[in-house]
């Protein structure tokens, strides 16, 4: 499996994938079921057991974008 760069997409939405909820790219696993896990308790490796058609790397580059997107959020630009 290949790392993910920062231009390839990771989630998506299409309103023809459970009705537009974005998902992970390839897969109808929606984004807030990771999140969910991780509220939980759960550890992403046990979260990647129950969802095996998300890899490693996709669940990552999503937590480092939600990471970005939060600290944008935190600091706006002046």
């Not at 790392?3 to 939405?13: F, G, N, Q, R």
């Amino acid at each position: 499996m290949h790392a993910m760069t920062p231009t390839t997409p990771v989630i998506h939405s299409d309103p023809e994938i459970l009705g537009g909820t974005p998902v992970f790219v390839g897969t109808r696993v929606p984004v807030k079921t990771l999140l969910d896990y991780l509220e939980a308790g759960d550890s992403l490796d046990e979260f990647l057991d129950h969802f095996p058609s998300v890899g490693h790397d996709q669940a990552i580059a999503t937590l480092e974008l939600a990471k970005e997107m939060l600290m944008a959020y935190a600091n706006p630009a002046r």
